[in-house]
């Protein structure tokens, strides 16, 4: 059974960090990229970082470069993602999401339930 499991989210104050972990079990990890989505209230679902597995090249939206920091351990099956200067407007469900060998596949093959990340002014 394919499973991506999301942990780590919270109530934080502006300015601080959150790391975001994503637990992947049923696939083989190798072959796929996994990603980090969110959506806010009233928006629609935006990408917001990806690695992909083999090979460990990222990819981070504008929003959230020289912020966020995205890493995977390979040998854990689990993919991290770092949030440092959170910001209000980050404020959103985060989803890890898996996509077979590339970051540009979409929809994604799996979707996590979501990790709620709440940052207070």
């Known amino acids: 059974e394919v499973q991506l499991v999301e942990s780590g989210g919270g109530l934080v104050q502006a300015g601080g960090s959150l790391r975001l972990s994503c637990a992947a079990a049923?696939?083989?990890?190798?072959?796929?990229?996994i990603g980090w989505f969110r959506q806010a209230p009233g928006k629609e679902r935006e990408g917001v970082s990806c690695?992909?597995?083999?090979?460990?090249?990222?990819r981070y939206a504008d929003s959230v470069k020289g912020r966020f920091t995205i890493s995977s351990d390979n040998a854990k099956n689990t993919v991290y993602l770092q949030m440092n200067s959170l910001k209000p407007e980050d404020t959103a469900v985060y989803y890890c999401?898996?996509?077979?060998?590339?970051?540009?596949?979409?929809?994604?093959?799996?979707w996590g339930q979501g990790t709620q990340v709440t940052v207070s002014s």
């Open positions: 690695i992909i597995n083999s090979n460990g090249v990222t």
């Open positions: 049923g696939f083989t990890f190798d072959d796929y990229a």
């Open positions: 999401a898996a996509m077979h060998y590339y970051c540009s596949k979409y929809p994604p093959d799996y």
